[in-house]
Structures are given as C-alpha cells and as structure tokens.
T-cell receptor, first 114, second 113 residues
Framework: KAGVTQTPRYLIKTRGQQVTLSCSPI?????VSWYQQTPGQGLQFLFE???????NKGNFPGRFSGRQFSNSRSEMNVSTLELGDSALYLC?????????????FGPGTRLLVL | AQSVTQLDSQVPVFEEAPVELRCNYS??????LFWYVQYPNQGLQLLLK??????LVKGINGFEAEFNKSQTSFHLRKPSVHISDTAEYFC???????????FGSGTRLSIRP
C-alpha cells in the first residue's frame, strides 16, 4: 500500500496570503488528522476529519480550517498568513481514528512565511 | 487532560552503548502510550505502542519500552545503538475513542562513533 502523501512538500508565502495543503491518506483509511510542528511549540494537534466531518479540533485560531472529501483526501487552509505560521505541517491517517490505532504520518509540508 | 514530559531534550551516546530516553505522562483517564521517531526531513514513524497487557513492549529497530503505572512513566530503551538511530524521538499519549495525539517535546538522540 502506498503511504500517506502530502503536497506540496515545500512552500514559500508572504504575510497576508493564504495557503492550501493537501493530504492523501492510506487507501481505506477514513480518519485524517493534521499537526503543526514548530521548534518553539513542538507538535500540536490542529484537527481531525472523519467521513467528511470535522470530529475534533485543537486550539488554533479560525484562520486554520480544513475539509475532507468523499475519497478521504483532506486539505487544510490557512488564511491571512502570519510569520508564526512557518512550520512543518504533518498529516496522519488511520482507519477509524480510534486512540489505540496506529496513525501513519506523511512526510509533511514545510511552509515558510516571509 | 493528558500531558507528556520528556525529561531530556538531547541525549548523546557512543555507538554500541545502551540508551534510555525518559518519558513521564499525566492523565486522569486511561491512556494509550506511543513512541515515535522522526528522521531528518521526514515525518513520524511509530516505534512501539502500549495499549494494555504486558508492561514491556517491543518495537521496531530493537527498541523496547516499559510502562510503569505507579511512576506514570514510559521510558524507551535500546541495548546497543547504531549511527542510524540518530533522530528525534517523541513520546505521546492518546485516549480511547480519540484520534488526537498529545506529544512530548522530543528528545534528540545523537550517536557518536
């Protein structure tokens, strides 16, 4: 099976712009979670989508949003980018998103905001 | 709420020496415990997980961890490290029915030849 894929791998934007990141889960997986990784804050949970519905949300401002399509692919969007949004964005997929399941992570999208 | 503390931000060891990476957690409910590894410029890979049962968990690449409920710890060990083990290691928790993983701050393992 192919692993979790994320596109693009690298992205450079300027403050005020918006960005959309994409994540394709492992085939058959219906849960997709997003995490932000920064040197200062570490790995933080953004949100989780399951069957096209946001099921869980972390403590991030409304500028961060996401969606999931019927094929389980997910996108996350960040509007009005700030310098502090520079980070590695990781997505992870699992079959049903239950706590005991192994979550499989993609390689990440590295976003640099100038 | 759950939280995870990784006591060492960096651990340098010599090749073929044993290593222990420390992790403590706190939670008011039962949790599942994980160790993930992140190699440079890559995503996270699961090393091992504790769900229930035997407190000694064996994972990939020769790593193992021991769940200690009384000390709320889940330390990761390897008897003999290799240069290829150079990476950042994250301890993490989740709870039943929830996909959200709470990660520790990470421990950077550097192996000296």
């Amino acid at each position: 099976k192919a692993g979790v894929t994320q596109t693009p791998r690298y992205l450079i934007k300027t403050r005020g712009q918006q960005v959309t990141l994409s994540c394709s889960p492992i085939s058959g997986h219906r849960s997709v979670s997003w995490y932000q990784q920064t040197p200062g804050q570490g790995l933080q949970f953004l949100f989780e989508y399951f069957s096209e519905t946001q099921r869980n949300k972390g403590n991030f401002p409304g500028r961060f949003s996401g969606r999931q399509f019927s094929n389980s692919r997910s996108e996350m969007n960040v509007s009005t980018l700030e310098l502090g949004d520079s980070a590695l964005y990781l997505c992870a997929s699992s079959f049903e998103g239950q706590g005991q399941e192994t979550q499989y992570f993609g390689p990440g999208t590295r976003l640099l905001v100038l | 709420a759950q939280s995870v503390t990784q006591l060492d931000s960096q651990v340098p060891v010599f090749e073929e020496a044993p290593v222990e990476l420390r992790c403590n957690y706190s939670s008011s409910v039962s949790v599942y415990l994980f160790w993930y590894v992140q190699y440079p410029n890559q995503g996270l890979q699961l090393l091992l997980k504790y769900l229930s049962g035997s407190t000694l968990v064996k994972g990939i690449n020769g790593f193992e961890a021991e769940f200690n409920k009384s000390q709320t710890s889940f330390h990761l060990r390897k008897p003999s490290v290799h240069i290829s083990d150079t990476a950042e290691y994250f301890c993490a928790v989740s709870r039943a029915g929830a996909s959200k993983i709470i990660f520790g701050s990470g421990t950077r393992l550097s192996i000296r030849p």
